[in-house]
Structures are given as C-alpha cells and as structure tokens.
C-alpha cells in the first residue's frame, strides 16, 4: 500500500528542505508509515497532496519530525564567560585557528551555538567544530538540524534571526552555512581515543551519568586532549572538586584550565 519511499523524500525535502536521508531509514519510515495510516491517507502520494494544502496536516508532519530536547546556549550567563573571558584567553595562547572538541554533542545545540558565536570574531569559512557521540540516531538529527522554538529560547536573537529558516510556524532549521562548520563523528568517551591538541573541549551535562571511576579516566583523558593552558568547560552540576589532581586549575566557574601533562 505505502510505497516509493525514495521519492516521498524527494517531495518532502523540495517542500520543506528537511532531508529524511538524514535519519535511520527502517525507523523513520515505519514511523511516518504509522502517521500517514493515522491520518487515514493510503499512500505517499496522497499524504503529500495533502501536506501542500492542509496547514494542520502540515504542522502536524513538520513537528512530528523535529527535536524537542535540546537547547541552545544552555545557561546563558556561561555562554557569556566563553564569550568574554575565555575565548580571548585562548585567542592570545592560538591566533584565531582554535581546535574545538564538543564531546557528547546530543542533537547538535551545543556544536551550532559555539559556531555562532564564534562567527562574532571571524569568517564562518575559518570555523571548524568537530562535534562526536555515542548515539548515531542522535548524531543524524544533529545533521538535521531542526529544531523547536523552544530550544532556541536562550539563543541570541541576532543568531535566531541570522542563522535558522523558519519550517512551518513553530519550527526552525540551522541554515547549511552553520551546518557545513560543524564535523560530526560518532565517539565512546570511554573507550575511544581522543582528539589532540584541542584548545577548548566542552563537555557539559554528560560526566553526571558516570561513575567517579569513569570520570576519573575520562579527566585524565581531557587533559591529555587538551594542549596546555587550553581550556575544559563542564556543566553547571559538574564543578571538579579537585582540579589539581588532573593537572587542572580554575580559569571560571565551570571552565578549568589546563596547567601541564599528567
């Protein structure tokens, strides 16, 4: 009954620019398989008939598909020490060709927002993140980029309005501009080896989940990653009680300096 799911991608990606190559096939069509029997239509065809004239269906489609978990500039105040203090430190130590690692990137919020405020101090053309995660599913959603207005609530407006086209009336997508800074690689932080020389690694709200031998190795693996006098930013519930004993003093609160090799 459902078929021709190769050319049902073709139309919704010409009507909203949403590339479903993006996500695990087998999932997402049976998923969107599931949506279209719910909504009483036989066929891709038919669904996409309807998508072009019925708003609600449309809506319906376009937010069934979007992230609803993720959040852009996630404690802002922080966003704003990277801004000011940090990211003129590590200008001073590099020049402008900075080596950053966001590790356990989820569905990419943290990746794009470190794009964009990166792109207040130099050309889109010179910023490269490489961003990785365990979980592939999460990792082509990121790819995706789609996202909710939610999300984007502690976002810059300049970035809101600069760098996401609307999709619908409650959604919005990182423009390929954002996309294409943005190196997403899938990665165990306790089993695979680390990127080097970094001169930023942010990894935040991620390390709660571990256990204290876990977090000690994985430390001890940031400080390996990162150059010295580089910089590790953690998350609001994941202040290092010892730095020192990883080689790490505090630069600010939640960023932790790198001061020489374990």
């Known amino acids: 009954m459902l078929n021709d799911y190769e050319s049902f991608k073709k139309e919704i990606y010409a009507l909203t620019n949403i590339d479903l190559n993006a996500y695990k096939e087998r999932q997402m069509k049976r998923r969107i398989d599931s949506l279209i029997k719910k909504n009483s239509y036989d066929d891709y065809v038919s669904y996409v008939k309807a998508l072009k004239t019925n708003k609600d269906l449309f809506e319906e489609f376009v937010n069934y598909l979007t992230i609803n978990v993720s959040e852009f500039y996630r404690n802002p105040e922080?966003?704003?020490?990277?801004?000011?203090?940090?990211?003129?430190?590590?200008?001073?130590?590099?020049?402008?060709?900075?080596?950053?690692?966001?590790?356990?990137?989820?569905?990419?919020?943290?990746?794009?927002?470190l794009v964009m405020l990166l792109s207040k101090f130099m050309p889109l053309s010179q910023i490269k993140i490489i961003a990785t995660d365990i979980d592939k599913q999460v990792l082509s959603k990121a790819q995706l980029g789609l996202y909710t207005e939610k999300s984007l609530a502690a976002l810059p407006v300049e970035f809101k309005e600069k760098y996401f086209r609307k999709v619908g009336t409650s959604s919005f997508q990182v423009i390929e501009d954002i996309k294409k800074c943005v190196e997403f690689k899938q990665h165990n932080l306790l089993k695979d080896e680390y990127p080097s020389q970094c001169d930023l690694i942010v990894c935040r709200n991620v390390l709660i989940y571990f256990t204290e031998d876990a977090k000690i190795e994985i430390y001890k693996k940031f400080n390996k990653g990162l150059k010295k006098e580089g910089i590790l930013f953690v998350g609001s519930t994941e202040q290092i009680i010892q730095p020192q004993v990883f080689k790490f003093s505090a630069f600010k609160s939640f960023f932790y300096q790198k001061e020489n090799d374990l």
Not at 80 to 94: G, R, S, T
């Open 78 to 113: 922080q966003w704003k020490i990277l801004e000011d203090y940090v990211l003129p430190h590590l200008f001073n130590k590099a020049g402008k060709k900075v080596k950053i690692w966001s590790a356990a990137c989820s569905t990419g919020d943290e990746p794009y927002s």
